[in-house]
């Protein structure tokens, strides 16, 4: 359970902590209290990650990579997200849900920004979005903001930004490109952002960012001084079999339990121990049920 008491919202009917809102993230931050955040794409991982306390659920656009086996995020579409983050919605009560708005859907105008914005929160039940960019989306984050919906920030490694900065690179490691970042987080804060990734970072500039803006900094491969630390759910629990990005740390080894399952579950129905009378149903007591004879199988005619 959380040490700092939540200071934003009255308790709610589902427990005694309430709701989660971006206020409370302030207040963690204010009080040096570490921020969690974890990506979550369905249901059944939603409530895990929500009973484990976590303060953020993020319905990351990674879902294309980790869950639609696409090979990056930028094919990602608004239905997409929608569809995932419906599920999400229905399987947490206490954390904040945050969704990505996916590449292309704020891109043109502060007006499509907007209406897309207005569609997660209504048809998905976002509480806030996190759009990727600096101080070139500040426009956007004012129009979100206008709309009364708290705007997640996301600077330094952007994956939406994959072909325009030439792969997946850690950002921000000269003094030009320090400076813009620490520039961009000031320009995004002044536009109203609630909260500010930083992705793919050195820690040194992530604890400069840090230590000069006023929202919350959850960090991912930006070093341990941001305000919180987020990680993508199949990067947490080893769900694949490449090497993570040094970044990561595996807290579990999923993968290894689903795989030792599955094998176990293909011996047992091999070797017809699966299910066992146990896990049969029979007939009502005194039922008298007369078997018909199997048909004969039909020898092979020569
Ligand atoms: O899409 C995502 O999962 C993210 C996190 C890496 C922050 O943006």
């Not at 059944?44 to 995020?73: F, K, Q």
């Not at 400069?208 to 006023?214: C, F, K, R």
Request: charged share 20%; aromatic share 6%.
């Amino acid at each position: 359970m959380s040490a700092v008491p939540l200071q934003g919202v009255a308790p709610g009917p589902q427990g005694p902590l309430g709701k989660v809102f971006s206020v409370d993230l302030l207040a963690r931050k204010r009080a040096k209290h570490a921020i969690t955040a974890i990506t979550a794409y369905d249901y059944p991982s939603a409530r895990l990650a929500d009973e484990a306390d976590i303060d953020v659920i993020l319905v990351g656009d990674s879902l294309g990579m980790v869950v639609l086996g696409l090979p990056d995020t930028l094919r990602v579409t608004m239905e997409d997200m929608l569809h995932h983050a419906r599920a999400v919605r229905r399987g947490v009560q206490r954390s904040m849900l945050v969704v990505d708005m996916p590449y292309g859907s704020y891109h043109v105008s502060t007006d499509q920004t907007v209406t897309n914005g207005l569609q997660l929160v209504k048809e998905a039940g976002a509480q806030a979005l996190k759009i990727e960019g600096g101080a070139e989306i500040a426009p956007r984050v004012r129009g979100l903001v206008r709309a009364e919906i708290p705007v997640f920030g996301h600077i330094g490694l952007r994956p939406q930004a994959l072909n325009s900065m030439g792969g997946y690179r850690v950002q921000g490691r000269t003094q030009a490109a320090a400076t813009k970042l620490l520039d961009d987080a000031h320009e995004l804060e002044s536009a109203g952002i609630a909260a500010l990734v930083l992705e793919g970072i050195p820690r040194e500039v992530a604890a400069e960012i840090t230590a000069h803006v006023s929202v919350p900094t959850i960090g991912i491969g930006a070093g341990p001084d941001c305000d919180g630390q987020v990680l993508v759910w199949h990067d947490l629990f080893g769900l694949f079999s490449s090497a993570p990005a040094k970044f990561v740390r595996q807290f579990a080894d999923v993968r290894s339990v689903m795989q030792r399952g599955l094998e176990e579950f293909r011996e047992a129905v091999e070797a017809r121990t699966f299910p066992s009378d146990a896990e049969s149903y029979h007939l009502s007591t005194g039922t008298d049920f007369h078997q018909h004879p199997s048909p004969a199988v039909p020898s092979c005619e020569k």
